[in-house]
């Protein structure tokens, strides 16, 4: 868990599978089907011999109409496999899965594959109570007070009123750090917009 704003913020390591299975870069075709069809699993990373993630080979790539004969993982693999650390926050991991358009990135240490993070590993924490969530964006929104803050099915609703517009505009961004946030919606107003006031002060100079 990292600490953010006062909420603890799950980490990848708290979420991940550890000891993920795997194959060698000199694994033959057949092997690695058989590893994929044994386990259930659309994708099995690739390692060298001292266990540093080189790639990682999909079912769509053994169908994918090469010569299985002759070919080993390292002959069949994506090179770039999509990473992050053990530390890494869930909510950072989930936009790059997302973005990414991938099912599942791999973990690591140092290079070395030590563990893989799916969607599915990451929607457990998505399932919290509403109440635990307001609990926690109040928290993070500690500075100000005067806010109103209401959860329902995990989407926060924010009203109030600060006085900057660029206190407003952070919101969101702070409340989406709290674990089990689904979406902001940002009612809140402000009194002053420090824009304008910046341009004006320019315009002095």
Do not use: Q
């Given at each position: 868990?990292?600490?953010i704003?006062?909420?603890?913020?799950?980490?990848?390591g708290s979420v991940m599978t550890?000891?993920?299975?795997?194959?060698?870069?000199?694994?033959?075709?057949a092997?690695?089907?058989?590893?994929l069809?044994?386990?259930?699993?659309?994708?099995v990373?690739?390692?060298?011999?001292?266990?540093v993630?080189?790639g990682?080979?999909?079912?769509?790539?053994?169908?994918?109409?090469?010569?299985?004969?002759g070919?080993?993982?390292?002959?069949?693999m994506?090179?770039?496999?999509?990473t992050?650390?053990?530390s890494?926050t869930?909510p950072?991991a989930?936009?790059?899965?997302v973005?990414?358009g991938v099912?599942r990135l791999y973990?690591t240490?140092?290079?070395?594959?030590?563990?893989v993070?799916?969607?599915?590993?990451?929607?457990t924490?998505y399932?919290r109570a509403?109440?635990?969530?307001?609990?926690?964006?109040?928290?993070v929104?500690?500075?100000q007070?005067s806010?109103v803050?209401?959860?329902?099915?995990g989407?926060v609703l924010?009203?109030?009123?600060?006085?900057?517009?660029?206190?407003r505009?952070?919101l969101?961004e702070?409340?989406?750090?709290?674990?089990?946030?689904v979406?902001?919606l940002?009612?809140?107003?402000?009194?002053?917009?420090?824009?304008?006031r910046?341009r004006?002060?320019?315009g002095h100079?």
């Open positions: 868990m990292k600490v704003t006062g909420v603890p913020v799950p980490t990848v550890r000891c993920p299975v795997s194959v060698r870069a000199g694994a033959p075709f092997t690695v089907a058989a590893v069809a044994r386990n259930a699993i659309g994708a990373p690739v390692v060298d011999d001292v266990g993630l080189i990682v080979v999909s079912a769509g790539d053994l169908i994918g109409g090469r010569d299985g004969a070919s080993t993982a390292r002959d069949l994506n090179p770039h496999p999509h992050v650390g053990e890494t869930v950072t989930a936009r790059l899965l973005g990414a099912r973990v240490d140092r290079g070395r594959l030590t563990g993070v799916s969607r599915r590993d990451l929607l924490t399932l509403d109440d635990e969530i307001r609990a926690d964006v109040e928290r929104m500690a500075d007070p806010l803050v209401s959860v329902r099915d989407v924010l009203l109030g009123r600060v006085e900057w517009r660029s206190a505009a952070s969101a702070r409340v989406r750090t709290v674990p089990g946030v979406d902001v940002n009612r809140v107003g402000y009194v002053f917009d420090d824009a304008v910046a004006v002060l320019e100079r």
